[in-house]
């Protein structure tokens, strides 16, 4: 039995996991729970390109979620490498901690 | 849309719950963990979706490379201790933040609810997707035809990537004999 689910459940869906990644990063002060909460919002848009790309049957957005994945690759390590710096500079992974420019 | 509610449901429901014990927890290492499994639970959504190509490729990099950097990186600055910086943040950003999303989502779910989306008969329905020899074929020739460009584009990204990488986290040579703040092992 194949029954469905509505597409603007699934849309939802992927706003509510975008949204608990974006109170993360407000909410948060560890650099690295940080950099995980903005992994999860990429991966709520991601799940949004490849619901409208099955709803109109397009590969445009599956090609862009290809795209998307490369960059967030990119985006941790270099992000991670900024982690790293910075603690080899400051001794802590606080976000409230950073203000090297205030001083 | 043909998808499968009983495990549309399963899915959605352990990818909110661990998206939100990754938010919560104190200690990073469980969070980490939790996101794993929440980038595992997105990934049997995608295979729900027919985006097989995708569906592996979220398990390689998301579940695999980047969470064993992010990994690695916690257990390399001893960082898997509990930080207590959630009940330290203000309470009226707490509420802020909380409202801020709250209405966010609300508006997004309102939306998506009350917009009638396009549905019409693309160049790649199921049925010629299947004719053409499936997901994969199909978004692999698409890469190396129509998408060559942003395909090498991307190559040149990684590879500032890496480099930039090195560069930010390599330990320099000190010209000033002791370390930054006298921090000297």
Known sequence: MISTVEPWLVLSFSAVIFCIGLVGVLIRRNILVVLMCIELMLNAVNLTFVTFSKLQGDMGGQMSVFFIITVAAAESAVGLGLVIALFRTLRTVDTDEIRLLKE | ?185
């Open chain 2, 1 to 185: 849309m043909e998808l499968s509610p009983v495990f549309f449901t399963v899915f959605a429901a352990m990818a909110i719950a661990f998206a939100l014990i990754t938010v919560l927890k104190k200690n990073p290492a469980s969070s980490a963990f939790s996101l794993v499994l929440v980038f595992f639970a997105f990934a049997g959504i995608y295979a729900l979706l027919d985006a097989h190509l995708i569906a592996t490729l979220q398990i390689l990099v998301y579940a695999g490379a980047i969470m064993v950097l992010f990994i690695f990186v916690i257990m390399l600055l001893s960082a898997d201790v509990p930080s207590f910086d959630l009940s330290r943040s203000h309470v009226g950003l707490r509420v802020a933040s909380g409202a801020l999303g709250l209405v966010l989502l609300g508006s997004l779910v309102w939306s998506f609810k009350n917009s009638v989306p396009f549905q019409g008969a693309g160049l790649f329905t199921a049925e010629k997707v299947e004719a053409a020899g499936g997901n994969t074929q199909v978004i692999s020739e698409l890469m190396f035809s129509e998408y060559i460009l942003p395909f090498e584009l991307t190559s040149v990204l990684l590879l500032t990537a890496i480099v930039g990488a090195v560069a930010i986290a390599k330990r320099r040579p000190n010209q000033h004999g002791a370390g930054p703040k006298g921090v000297r092992p």
